[in-house]
Protein backbone atom coordinates (compact mmCIF):
# COMPACT_ATOMS: atom_id res chain seq x y z
CA UNK A 1 0.00 0.00 0.00
CA UNK A 2 2.28 2.19 0.75
CA UNK A 3 4.92 1.20 -2.11
CA UNK A 4 1.45 2.55 -4.09
CA UNK A 5 1.10 6.07 -2.51
CA UNK A 6 -2.24 4.59 -0.50
CA UNK A 7 -1.54 5.01 2.76
CA UNK A 8 -0.31 3.31 5.60
CA UNK A 9 -1.00 -0.36 6.23
CA UNK A 10 -1.46 -2.10 9.59
CA UNK A 11 -0.89 -5.76 9.27
CA UNK A 12 -0.45 -8.62 11.61
CA UNK A 13 2.50 -9.01 13.77
CA UNK A 14 3.50 -12.79 12.30
CA UNK A 15 3.64 -10.80 8.23
CA UNK A 16 6.08 -8.04 9.45
CA UNK A 17 9.11 -10.81 8.99
CA UNK A 18 7.44 -12.94 6.61
CA UNK A 19 6.95 -9.79 3.50
CA UNK A 20 10.41 -7.91 2.94
CA UNK A 21 9.98 -4.17 3.56
CA UNK A 22 7.88 -4.13 6.42
CA UNK A 23 9.16 -2.30 9.69
CA UNK A 24 7.84 -2.78 13.15
CA UNK A 25 6.32 0.52 15.57
CA UNK A 26 6.60 0.70 18.90
CA UNK A 27 4.11 2.90 19.65
CA UNK A 28 4.40 2.20 23.48
CA UNK A 29 7.87 2.93 23.37
CA UNK A 30 8.53 6.82 23.13
CA UNK A 31 10.03 7.42 20.11
CA UNK A 32 13.28 8.91 19.56
CA UNK A 33 14.25 12.51 19.91
CA UNK A 34 16.50 12.66 17.15
CA UNK A 35 15.67 11.23 13.42
CA UNK A 36 12.34 10.82 13.70
CA UNK A 37 10.62 11.94 10.15
CA UNK A 38 7.40 12.03 9.27
CA UNK A 39 6.35 12.36 5.42
CA UNK A 40 3.13 12.42 3.37
CA UNK A 41 2.52 12.51 -0.15
CA UNK A 42 1.50 16.03 -1.69
CA UNK A 43 -0.47 14.85 -4.22
CA UNK A 44 -2.43 12.66 -2.21
CA UNK A 45 -4.66 14.05 0.82
CA UNK A 46 -4.17 11.46 4.03
CA UNK A 47 -6.81 9.11 4.74
CA UNK A 48 -8.86 10.09 8.48
CA UNK A 49 -6.59 7.04 9.67
CA UNK A 50 -3.66 8.45 8.31
CA UNK A 51 -4.44 11.80 9.85
CA UNK A 52 -4.79 10.71 13.49
CA UNK A 53 -1.72 8.64 13.33
CA UNK A 54 -0.35 12.14 12.64
CA UNK A 55 -1.88 14.10 14.97
CA UNK A 56 -0.74 11.02 17.34
CA UNK A 57 2.84 11.35 16.26
CA UNK A 58 2.97 14.78 16.55
CA UNK A 59 1.47 15.65 19.66
CA UNK A 60 3.90 13.41 21.20
CA UNK A 61 7.05 15.28 20.12
Known sequence: MVQQRLG??????????????LTRVHFAEPPPLNGLGLA????????L????????LLAAS
Not at 8 to 21: C, D, K, Y
Open 8 to 21: LAFVPEENVTTFPG
Open 40 to 47: ASRHHPLS
Open 49 to 56: AAQALRRT
